[in-house]
């Protein structure tokens, strides 16, 4: 297990990172190396964004010394999505099968959590998401047709997307941690545009479904003090609460939103209009 972390960065200092600096501060790369359980805990919301690719035995998520706590769960819940092959999740006394796509929420004090891939030849690959929590509720799979879905954006615009709600308090009961999926049609390259920020909350994507020549440019950083990203596959981003966040492709992508913060209103955001954007 490797742990990286992750400090908060106030925006006046950002306006001046260079390009080394915005990818060491904000971009999580190498989540998914075979056998290992990768983290990065971000002070930003307290995040702890991690990948485990269990390849032949099982792998344990481990309790690193930046939590404080003897287990993961202990004050922690968790999201995890696999977005490889047929997964198998353990937490506590419970087995959980993940096809590809499906969820699972893990609540506080659920027990140790394991991971293990069910097809050798195509391994599954669970990508983490965790916020403090502060009550235990129940740990919930959620399959991808159980999600709660809706189409947006025009291929006009080049932004027609499917998002899935997954982690959402339509779906299942958490503290603060919510989570889905959003899929962009063929053709289509935008997402979250125009942009937006959330001042209570942050967010991390985890782009994906990219081909190895295929780039996504994340957009970030104050409206009036725009930044970017160049993501490659399975690589996330941690967006504060101050910036922006969007992308757009060399084409098609699927990405995993997940949010922490004050509340769990997806619906609450400040809106930037095009004509604020510098």
């Given at each position: ?7 908060a ?9 260079t ?59 968790l ?133 190895e020549?295929?780039r ?15 993501i ?5 981003v ?18 995993i ?22």
């Open positions: 297990m490797t742990i990286d972390i992750r400090q960065s106030h925006p006046d200092a950002v306006r001046h990172f390009t080394v600096e915005l990818r060491r501060h904000f971009l999580v790369e190498g989540l998914f190396s075979p056998g290992e359980v990768n983290l990065t805990y971000s002070h930003i919301e307290r995040f702890v964004i991690g990948g485990a690719a269990p390849v032949g035995a099982p792998l344990s998520l481990p309790a690193p010394r930046s939590l404080g706590t003897a287990t993961f769960l202990a004050r922690r819940e999201g995890i999505f696999n977005i490889g092959g047929p997964g198998l999740v353990r937490v506590g006394a419970r087995r959980f099968e993940l096809a590809h796509r499906d969820a699972l929420y893990a609540a506080m004090g659920a027990g140790e959590v394991t991971f293990e891939s069910q097809d050798g030849g195509e391994p599954a690959r669970f990508y983490l998401l965790s916020t403090p929590a502060h009550t235990a509720y129940d740990t919930v799979q959620v399959r991808l047709a159980e999600a709660k879905s809706m189409v947006l954006g025009d291929q006009a615009t080049a932004n027609r997307r499917t998002i899935f709600q997954m982690l959402h308090p339509d779906v299942c009961t958490t503290c603060q941690l919510v989570m889905g999926m959003t899929k962009l049609d063929e053709g289509s390259i935008w997402n979250t545009m125009p942009a937006h920020v959330h001042d209570r909350r942050s967010e991390v994507y985890l782009y994906f479904d990219l081909k020549d295929s996504v440019f994340h957009m970030m950083g104050e409206p009036a003090e725009t930044r970017h990203l160049v490659a596959n399975e690589q996330a941690i967006s504060p609460n101050w910036s922006i966040h969007s992308g757009v492709g060399t084409r098609a992508y699927t990405f939103w997940g949010m922490g913060g004050d509340n769990i209103d997806y619906t609450d955001m400040d809106p930037v209009t095009m004509d604020m954007l510098r």
